[in-house]
């Protein structure tokens, strides 16, 4: 398992890109992903995988988190059942 300071910089790390990527998806969505000059057409991102890696970081920050909180220890190693 990974310590706390290296899950504490990738969840910085992820979060930066994730802001990234909203910012880059909003500019696709007001119109900036592709423009035409003269007969050359350039095109910036494709919004769909855009909103894919939206979607996998903020799955990873979220798992970062409950990391980071302490929720994804175990309580328990197992269970005995005994029947007296």
Not at 10 to 28: G, W
Not at 52 to 79: F, Y
């Amino acid at each position: 398992m990974a310590s706390v300071t290296v899950v504490r910089r990738r969840f910085e790390r992820n979060v930066e890109r994730l802001e990234l990527y909203y910012e880059a998806e909003r500019a696709i969505l007001d119109g900036a992903q592709s423009y035409t000059i003269g007969t050359r057409t350039l095109t910036r991102a494709d919004l769909g995988k855009v909103q894919d890696m939206i979607a996998t970081l903020e799955s990873k920050v979220a798992e970062d988190e409950a990391t980071l909180a302490g929720g994804s220890r175990r309580k328990s190693v197992g269970v005995y059942l005994r029947d007296w």
